[in-house]
């Protein structure tokens, strides 16, 4: 069975810190997604990013950053500089080949609040 | 804008009834996938249709049902509503390729009372 886990619930920061979310996940498969989505108080889900098992290279994009170490099953995400507009409930996901399809498994999200 | 949209944005109904929420993927995306998004279940996967055969099904009641029309568009229909099936319902599509990003609507949020 495949599990995401995301311990943080809630995180407040104030404008220009940095933050790290992390997502823990579990899965027998050796090949697998994973993913970042961002849904912003409006609601809608935001693609952020997609990772393979196979590639642990980081990566960065902007201010966000991303952290995938296969030895301890996380793929932390970074926001540097944080701004008003990064408040939102982050959620990560993974993704294998399985009886359900290509489905998104999401961890339970977290809530981002950067205030001023 | 991910190219998904999603009808109607808002839907307000009562126990017992019936309704359908309508889909329509991004061009040239042959998959479409439902979630349900509620407080206390988080993000569900519910079911996957691909090319207009149902591909995948996760935790779906069997009150619920969905279908993919040749168009390619897609609808979720919820019968015998029940106070806990309000709740915010994606759908997402994507290409189908293993390990595809998914892109989603904007969400119809049911409420029943």
């Known amino acids: 069975a495949q599990k995401v886990t995301q311990a943080q619930t809630e995180i407040s920061v104030v404008e220009k810190e940095d933050v790290t979310l992390d997502c823990v996940y579990e899965t027998r498969d050796t090949t697998y997604y994973l993913f970042w989505y961002k849904q912003p108080p409006s609601g809608e889900l935001v693609f952020l990013i997609r990772?393979?098992?196979?590639?642990?290279q980081n990566e960065i994009s902007g201010r966000y950053s991303w952290n995938f170490q296969k030895s301890t099953s996380s793929f932390n995400f970074t926001i540097t500089a944080s701004q008003v507009v990064d408040s939102a409930v982050y959620f990560c996901?993974?993704?294998?080949?399985?009886?359900?399809?290509?489905?998104?498994?999401f961890g339970k999200g977290t809530s981002l609040l950067v205030t001023p | 804008d991910s190219g998904v949209t999603q009808t109607p944005k808002h839907l307000i109904t009562a126990t017992g009834q019936r309704v359908t929420l309508r889909c329509s993927p991004r061009s040239g995306d042959l998959s479409v996938y439902w979630y349900q998004q509620s407080l206390d279940q988080g993000l569900q996967f519910l079911i996957q249709y691909y090319n207009g055969e149902e591909r995948a099904k996760g935790n779906i009641l069997e009150r619920f049902s969905a279908q993919q029309f040749p168009d390619l568009h897609s609808e979720l229909n919820l019968s015998s509503l029940e106070l806990g099936d309000s709740a915010l319902y994606f759908c997402a599509s994507s290409v189908e390729q293993v390990g595809d990003e998914q892109f989603f609507g904007p969400g119809t949020r049911l409420t029943v009372l």
């Open positions: 990772r393979n098992s196979f590639d642990e």
């Open positions: 996901a993974l993704s294998v080949a399985s009886n359900s399809g290509y489905a998104l498994n």
